[in-house]
């Protein structure tokens, strides 16, 4: 039971350059999401898919698009790389309990992106 | 939407004192309430988490407390040890899918 698991782990791309981080999970959860996390912010939400086949924003999703590929897969791509988005991504899921609350999130263990 | 602040952002105790982080949260209808840690180069993990319906809960060393009305909720570390040392983050959410986190407290504790 492997998780979470996300790749790259690493990345270094030049500004404009395009690439996709990919995610999968083996827990059979519904719900996934990416974050990004810089250094005094925290984890901030870029964005998240309720269930497979849907997907919506979260609090920073300027720059970046999302595919739910099926149940277990969620990728992040940056069409047009900026150094700001030099971030440490996570992936992460979750599921969805009695009631549709959801439970505590499950996170991959990160992909470092730096754009020069 | 939103918005969860937290503090100390940094905090320093002496192993076996006892640690204490605040977080407050904007959105009346979160319901539930996590605390992850995140040790230097890893994944931040769940520790402890409470649901609006309850005041306090408390796992061995570690308790939560909320306040609804007030809208803030607090980690409880007791007796801290060197392996406690991490950066701990607080996160809210309600009805929907949206967990919003803190900005996060670095824990040092020193032996």
């Known amino acids: 039971n492997a998780g979470v698991t996300q790749t790259p782990k690493f990345q270094v791309l030049k500004t404009g350059q395009s690439m996709t981080l990919q995610c999968a999970q083996d827990?059979?959860?519904?719900?996934m999401y990416w974050y990004r996390q810089d250094p005094g912010m925290g984890l901030r939400l870029i964005y998240y898919?309720?269930?497979?086949?849907?997907?919506d924003k979260g609090e920073v999703p300027n720059g970046y698009n999302v595919s739910r590929l099926n149940k277990r897969e969620f990728s992040l791509r940056l069409e047009s790389a900026a150094p700001s988005q030099t971030s440490v991504y996570f992936c992460?899921?979750?599921?969805?309990?009695?009631?549709?609350?959801?439970?505590?999130?499950?996170f991959g263990e990160g992909s470092r992106l730096t754009v020069l | 939407g939103e918005n969860v602040e937290q503090h100390p952002s940094t905090l320093s105790v002496q192993e076996g004192d006892s640690a204490v982080i605040k977080c407050t949260y904007s959105?009346?209808?979160?319901?539930?309430f996590p605390w992850y840690k995140q040790e230097l180069g890893k994944r931040p993990q769940l520790i402890i988490d409470?649901?609006?319906?309850?005041g306090e809960k408390k796992d061995q060393r570690i308790a939560v407390t909320l306040n609804k009305t007030a809208k803030h909720f607090s980690l409880h570390i007791t007796e801290t040890q060197p392996e406690d040392s991490a950066v701990y983050f607080c996160?809210?959410?309600?009805?929907?899918?949206?967990?919003?986190f803190g900005a996060g407290t670095r824990l040092f504790v020193k032996a």
């Open positions: 959105d009346s209808a979160s319901n539930y």
């Open positions: 996160a809210a959410k309600g009805g929907g899918f949206k967990t919003i």
């Open positions: 898919s309720a269930s497979e086949g849907t997907t």
């Open positions: 409470i649901r609006s319906n309850v």
């Open positions: 827990m059979n959860h519904n719900s």
């Open positions: 992460a899921s979750s599921e969805v309990l009695a009631g549709g609350r959801t439970g505590e999130l499950f």
